[in-house]
Nanobody, 123 residues
Framework: QVQLVESGGGSVQAGGSLRLSCAAS????????MGWFRQAPGKEREFVAA???????AYANSVKGRFIISRDNAKNTVDLLMSSLSPEDTAVYYC?????????????????WGQGTQVTVSS
């Protein structure tokens, strides 16, 4: 059974940093693109960042220069280091995995999802 489990969410003041982690189990994800998405209250889910097993990355314009995605293929983990956080970053953050080597920013293309972790940024 494939599982993605996020951790590291919480509350932080504007300007602060948080690191989210996602541990995947049930299969190897060395052939998968892994990504982070988020959904704020009343808004649609949106792409945040993704990384292929070959270390290609993609970021949403809103987080470029502030967020860094990384992964450990041997450990089946993917992290998201978030810096210079603002209240607009408040959302539930989801880890996701997509079979295949290509990078993809469309959530519909992802096969597996975590349960989400709340990030709250106060001003």
């Amino acid at each position: 059974q494939v599982q993605l489990v996020e951790s590291g969410g919480g509350s932080v003041q504007a300007g602060g940093s948080l690191r989210l982690s996602c541990a995947a189990s049930g299969r190897s994800f060395s052939d998968s693109c892994m990504g982070w998405f988020r959904q704020a209250p009343g808004k649609e889910r949106e792409f945040v960042a993704a990384m292929t097993s070959g270390a290609n990355t993609a970021y949403a314009n809103s987080v470029k220069g502030r967020f860094i995605i990384s992964r450990d293929n041997a450990k089946n983990t993917v992290d998201l280091l978030m810096s210079s956080l603002s209240p607009e970053d408040t959302a539930v953050y989801y880890c996701a995995a997509r079979r295949g080597y290509a990078i993809n920013t469309d959530g519909v293309a992802y096969n597996y999802w975590g349960q989400g972790t709340q990030v709250t940024v106060s001003s």
